[in-house]
């Protein structure tokens, strides 16, 4: 145990609250919301190590991890792949949501069949990033009293991509958004107007050139 303390990539080992363990180990489907800082990441780890020794054995179980960016793939599989007993042959893939997009695709059932008229509609040419964001839609208005990262975050965070705006199959009307807790959404009523009014102006400009974006 001391060589292992010693070693230069020793990493102590996570402790969960009673909280985060119930996370863990509670039974079906979990939604986590939280901000950044606040222990998804470590939940998530510890689920999938969680899953993957109940399921031992079990020559049906394979496990998905998807996240924005590879960064993230690649913490959440070296956090896992290091935890005391795994099996490497258990069954996981760690993708990117683009590379998901890519795979759905490819091999959903039927879409070949519409892929013409799907790609009509979603060109990747006409896919909206921030680096669009920024120069086509919030460099044209006049106010500058928000960032643009922070009006594209509340976008796909929240107006476009929450929880709530899935349920209700469209956006977060401007009462809905304001409406969220301070717990989840950090900018004061001000700023959330602010953001709100970006957000109607690059839904114009969206239908106006016939652009899209992920949360679509």
Request: a positive charge; hydrophobic letters at 35%.
């Amino acid at each position: 145990e001391i060589s292992k303390l010693l070693a230069n990539d020793w990493q102590p080992p996570l402790h969960l609250t009673a909280e985060e363990r119930n996370c863990v180990e509670k039974q079906g489907t979990v939604l986590l919301l939280g901000r950044s800082g606040t222990g998804k990441t470590i939940c998530i780890c510890n689920r999938i190590d969680y899953d993957r020794r109940v399921a031992r054995g079990a020559s049906s179980f394979s496990q998905l991890f998807i996240a924005r960016s590879t960064r993230i793939c690649s913490l959440v599989k070296g956090i896992v792949t290091g935890e005391p007993g795994c099996d490497s042959k258990m069954k996981v893939s760690y993708w990117t949501y683009e590379k998901l997009l890519r795979e759905l695709e490819t091999l959903l059932p039927g879409l070949d069949e519409n892929r013409k008229e799907f790609h009509k509609f979603f060109l990747q040419s006409k896919r909206m990033n921030f680096q669009r964001f920024k120069k086509e839609v919030f460099e044209q208005e006049k106010q500058r009293n928000i960032d643009p990262l922070i009006v594209w975050t509340q976008i796909r965070t929240f107006i476009k991509g929450s929880i709530e705006a899935v349920q209700h199959g469209r956006p977060l009307e401007e009462h809905e958004y304001l409406a969220l807790g301070a717990n989840r959404c950090r900018l004061s009523q001000d700023q959330r107007r602010l953001a709100y009014a970006s957000f109607t102006k690059y839904e114009r400009y969206l239908n106006d050139v016939g652009k899209w974006d992920d949360c679509d």
